[in-house]
């Protein structure tokens, strides 16, 4: 009797950013209905063996997965007959595949105009030799369509999944705190973020001349401090600017801020804004990319390029936070589980997919 075939799947990327909280919610969603045949989970030895199941070997590796942009590692990746990778910064290698590509804001944001070229480049390669293409909203599987020429049927939608476990950490810690009179920022310092709009619009709102502060949470240690440098007087009175936060420091602000501001010029999903939402916080955000579809009326909305309207929706938002209770919170939160998958329905998608592109499948 024939070997089952064997899945590689690239966990490299947990615990960075969005693409490491994708990966930790795929695994937790495999281990609940763990799919059958090997799996080879290649990823920091300690992080990935928490989210293992058992019929899954972990194979370590500890680098960073973005050193000489994803290729370093390039012909150490773990033998098997289906890889699937978890970011579109991935080795460069004709290997039967899955990519998650989760945006094309590169190609429009930021950076030179050859660079963006030679991104274009890259990600229209790697499309090529990826037998499907993941991605997380439909705005961003519209855009990989546009931007890159992939057939849509190359293209699947994983649709992140309502993280009862954040949720009801969030929900019992907000019955312990003292909310505090602060806005929220979660994301990379980068120039699809509109940062220097929403510093302009919180200036003028009458929650900034109420006393409310602005935090905001940074990617990375040097994005904070190089933000920090470029702040005025002024604005160094209001912003408070943090950065590589752990999961409780961030339980603690999705528990204790008064509402979250996300006012990106695009965005692929809008992680944090969806998490705030299940952990019932207010939020407002602007029209950018996917957030009209992931927020889908449980946002305060404004435009992105109108600084007036980003100013009036902080209002809007600060004016209904306050009135938010322990009980209206809860009942936010529970309306969108009701709404979203779970966990585990995350998982069975996920290797539903990859079941398709296996040797043998029909």
Not at 117 to 136: D, P, V, W, Y
Not at 172 to 197: I, Q, S
Request: one cysteine or more.
């Amino acid at each position: 009797m024939p070997a089952e075939p064997t899945v590689v799947l690239d966990c490299r990327w947990l615990g960075i950013g969005g693409p490491g909280r994708t990966t930790e919610l795929v695994l937790r969603g495999l281990a609940e209905a763990p799919p059958p045949g090997p799996w080879i989970l290649w990823g920091p030895a300690r992080a990935t063996s928490d989210l293992a199941w058992a019929s899954s070997a972990v194979v370590p590796i500890e680098e960073d997965p973005r050193v000489l942009l994803g290729q370093r590692r390039a012909f150490e990746i773990p033998r098997g007959d289906f890889h699937v990778f978890m970011h579109q910064q991935r080795p460069l290698r004709d290997l039967s595949s899955a990519t998650v590509m989760y945006d094309t804001i590169a190609l429009r944001h930021g950076s030179h105009r050859a660079v963006r070229a030679a991104k274009r480049r890259f990600l229209r390669r790697l499309a090529r030799s990826s037998r499907q293409i993941l991605t997380i909203s439909d705005y961003s599987k519209s855009t990989i369509v546009r931007d890159l020429g992939v057939d849509p049927a190359r293209v699947d939608i994983l649709r992140f999944p309502f993280d009862a476990a954040l949720a009801d950490r969030v929900l019992k810690l907000r019955a312990e705190v003292v909310t505090e009179d602060v806005a929220l920022f979660v994301g990379g310092f980068l120039p699809h973020k509109n940062l220097p709009r929403l510093l302009a619009a919180f200036e003028r709102s009458e929650f900034c001349r109420d006393g409310g502060g602005l935090v905001l949470v940074a990617a990375t240690a040097g994005q904070a401090a190089a933000f920090v440098d470029n702040l005025s007087p002024i604005q160094r009175s209001f912003v408070s600017v943090r950065h590589s936060c752990s999961q409780d420091d961030l339980d603690r602000l999705y528990a204790t801020a008064r509402f979250l501001v996300q006012p990106s010029l695009e965005e692929g999903f809008g992680l944090p804004a969806w998490e705030a939402m299940c952990c019932g916080l207010p939020v407002c955000v602007s029209d950018g990319g996917s957030l009209p579809e992931v927020t889908r009326g449980y946002a305060e909305p404004f435009p992105a390029t109108s600084v007036p309207a980003m100013t009036a929706a902080i209002d809007a938002c600060a004016r209904s936070a306050g009135a938010v209770d322990e009980q209206s919170a809860a009942r936010q939160s529970e309306a969108l589980r009701a709404r979203a998958p779970s966990v585990r329905d995350l998982g069975l998608q996920f290797a539903g997919i990859v079941a398709r592109h296996l040797p043998g499948a029909s």
